[in-house]
């Protein structure tokens, strides 16, 4: 597609060049996922189904240039970011950073002398939620629904063309107002104050907010029929996510979770579950590079497929 390669044409103008040629003559870009930056370690590359160890071995004084040219030698403008461990970049791929930790008022300012680096390609897949929408659309509504499945699966992906398909009026009913907590921008990935993913026409996002009051403040402001966010699990998302309830809202989610029974045995999730405020838990599966929703839960934990 047009838009991925102009996608990966911007992120290779960000990389050191010797990286980027390392990238290009190493791989099909199509099917690059992450690319790994470990300080005295080989660049290493996931893909699709395997992994790739490139010929490139990282130094330190490669690990603060790479990181400098994300930011554009402006540290202050990815501040909060970087506070929380990751940048997200023109295009909508993030960088996760991990280092050696320091705090300010007892409160984690971020990172420094980073030793790792993980870039994560962005990208669209429309129309890969699509058979997922049977059983989250019910005599023209929008179902409470849980997306859960290991980190890598692809829930995050799902989320977001969810979210445009219900913005855009793909998913069989009127169009939707959508509102998106997007606390480490991955859902929408807003650059400049414009979401560098499709998110559809009707969605509004706050980046960057924890979820809970993000949440608050689209109810409260914004009006949406539907609220999104990714990754739930703490009490506060549970509080939030019973407000948008109380608030006639629908809500789609994700959660970390190989089964119903891990997910019944968080604290906060668990409780939600019980209460059956999620009408379907979706556990999708990777086929030949598509997702499929492998099992499906109704609100009382009965399984429908």
């Known amino acids: 597609m047009w838009e991925e390669d102009e996608r990966w044409q911007r992120l290779l103008g960000q990389l050191l060049p010797e990286l980027a040629t390392a990238v290009r003559q190493a791989a099909d870009l199509a099917a690059v996922q992450e690319i790994r930056l470990r300080t005295g370690w080989p660049v290493r590359l996931r893909l699709l189904d395997n992994e790739l160890t490139l010929d490139l071995i990282w130094r330190r004084e490669q690990q603060e240039q790479q990181l400098m040219l994300f930011l554009d030698n402006s540290v202050y403008a990815f501040e909060e970011q970087l506070r929380q461990g990751f940048v997200t970049l023109a295009g909508g791929h993030r960088v996760g950073l991990v280092g050696q930790a320091w705090y300010a008022d007892g409160r984690l300012g971020g990172f420094r002398d980073i030793c790792s680096q993980n870039i994560r390609i962005a990208r669209e897949l429309p129309g890969v939620a699509k058979p997922l929408l049977p059983y989250i659309i019910c005599r023209g509504r929008v179902l409470r629904t849980l997306l859960a499945a290991p980190p890598g699966v692809g829930k995050t992906t799902l989320l ?12 069989g009913i009127s169009p939707l107002n959508v509102g998106v907590a997007d606390e480490r921008m991955e859902l929408a990935a807003v650059f400049n104050g414009q979401a560098q993913l499709n998110v559809g026409s009707r969605c509004d996002v706050i980046s960057g907010c924890e979820k809970a009051s993000a949440v608050q403040i689209l109810l409260r402001v914004m009006g949406p029929q539907v609220v999104v966010t990714d990754e ?36 906060w999730l668990g409780d939600l579950l019980r209460q059956g405020f999620f009408e379907r838990v979706i556990f999708p599966r990777r086929k030949g590079g598509v997702l499929l929703p492998a099992v499906v839960y109704d609100a009382d934990g009965v399984r429908l497929k």
């Open 232 to 267: 739930i699990g703490s009490r506060e998302d549970a509080a939030a996510l019973a407000e948008a309830l109380n608030a006639g809202v629908s809500v789609l989610a994700s959660a970390h979770a190989a089964d119903y029974d891990e997910l019944l045995g968080r604290p």
């Open 160 to 171: 977001r063309d969810l979210v445009r398909m219900l913005a855009d009026g793909e998913a």
